[in-house]
T-cell receptor
Framework: AQTVTQSQPEMSVQEAETVTLSCTYD???????LFWYKQPPSRQMILVIR??????QNATENRFSVNFQKAAKSFSLKISDSQLGDAAMYFC????????????????FGQGTTLQVKP | GAGVSQSPSNKVTEKGKDVELRCDPI?????LYWYRQSLGQGLEFLIY????????KSGLPSDRFSAERTGGSVSTLTIQRTQQEDSAVYLC?????????????FGEGSRLTVL
């Protein structure tokens, strides 16, 4: 079974600085997707960025980028120029890309990292 | 609205009572998921519906939990004889599974408090 681990329960960053959130995962599959979701106090999960395992190039979305190390099964999120609105809980998630009726497409989540942004 | 809608937003109940939580997915989305998020924890998969296929109930923690999806749209998660450990936020998500990687869109959740 696949597992996702986030070893940093809490992180803090000064506004305008850069912070990196860590995530490791365990799988025997070769084809999968990885995601970072943001959960603000409103509770609604918002997709921040995604990475297809077959792509070597790291995904980037504006101030958000990932460092995907497939061999090490590591998927960290870097937030540049941190803003007060970035304060939230961040979840790393895994999704199998296997085809067939056995794949529900469900996301497997880590425990989350609470990010505090200091003004 | 265009997003996933969940109701009630908050529910307080007494131990032993039954509760129903509702999820209205995005129109046209064929896949629907229920997750449970206990305080300060990650999301725990509960159940998955895809079209007319048999649901994947592998994440339901006990037989007190059940869910149905009527007409391939609205879903209801029912918890019978609630216990204090059932207190959590219950999140629903939907996706159009066949579209690429099938991004999951989440609702704002239903916070259940069992006294």
């Amino acid at each position: 079974a696949q597992t996702v681990t986030q070893s940093q329960p809490e992180m803090s960053v000064q506004e305008a600085e850069t912070v990196t959130l860590s995530c490791t995962y365990d799988t025997s599959e070769s084809d999968y997707y990885l995601f970072w979701y943001k959960q603000p106090p409103s509770r609604q999960m918002i997709l921040v960025i995604r990475q297809e395992a077959y792509k070597q190039q790291n995904a980037t979305e504006n101030r958000f980028s990932v460092n995907f190390q497939k061999a090490a099964k590591s998927f960290s999120l870097k937030i540049s120029d941190s803003q007060l609105g970035d304060a939230a809980m961040y979840f790393c998630a895994y999704r199998s890309a296997a085809h067939g009726s056995g794949n529900t497409g469900k996301l497997i989540f880590g425990q989350g990292t609470t990010l505090q942004v200091k003004p | 609205g265009a997003g996933v809608s969940q109701s009630p937003s908050n529910k307080v109940t007494e131990k032993g009572k039954d509760v129903e939580l509702r999820c209205d997915p995005i129109s046209g989305h064929t896949a629907l998921y229920w997750y449970r998020q206990s305080l300060g924890q990650g999301l725990e998969f509960l159940i998955y519906f895809q079209g007319n296929s048999a649901p994947d109930k592998s994440g339901l923690p006990s037989d007190r939990f059940s869910a149905e999806r009527t007409g391939g749209s609205v879903s209801t998660l029912t918890i019978q004889r609630t216990q204090q450990e059932d207190s959590a936020v219950y999140l629903c998500a939907s996706s159009f599974y066949l579209a690429g990687y099938g991004e999951l869109f989440f609702g704002e959740g239903s916070r259940l408090t069992v006294l």
